[in-house]
């Protein structure tokens, strides 16, 4: 397919296109991630908070839409961190700084810090709910200046209720997106 995948029990986690060819992904989950981030990745120098950052690869996509984004990636994982930089390529992104860390804790002792947009796209060995604890929802909302991206993979419907309705109690604004094959992308304002 000409590119390197890294996965976790089946589920791709990061990929990185061998022939250079970034296209590829506006259809699938990164490029949508992408496409909702545009307008504010066009502001002068955004600040971008990834939580799940594994790879890199929306790392390598939001400098593609400009170069002085400064991204903030959050990975529990080291093994992560080591094959992102090993095979993904992520030291090729500019204004970098990856931590090693729980993305919830990561947040609550970084309420100080602000960031116009913030992806979580968290996943443990096959596992991708996230406990939407009201702190975590209030602690994100405290430190976003435009958009919140959550990822998620629900199995059932009303899992996907509850989940929006549990967003709406802090946010004003919450939108549902499919993406292809499986992915929800949830857009908190």
Known sequence: MGERLLKVNSYTQSSYPLKEDWGRYNKRYWGRVA????ELLKRESPEVLILGFAGGTLGHLFQRENPKVKITGVDIDPEMIKLGGDYFFFQKINNLDLIVRD???WVGNNLDKKFD???LDVFKGGNFTIDFSRELLMNLKSINRGKVIINQVFPKR???REAIDKLKKVFDNVNAIEVPPGNILLVCL
Do not use: G, W
């Open 35 to 38: 496409r909702e981030a545009k």
């Open 117 to 119: 947009i913030i992806v």
């Open 158 to 160: 009303e899992n996907l």
């Open 103 to 105: 993305a919830a804790k």
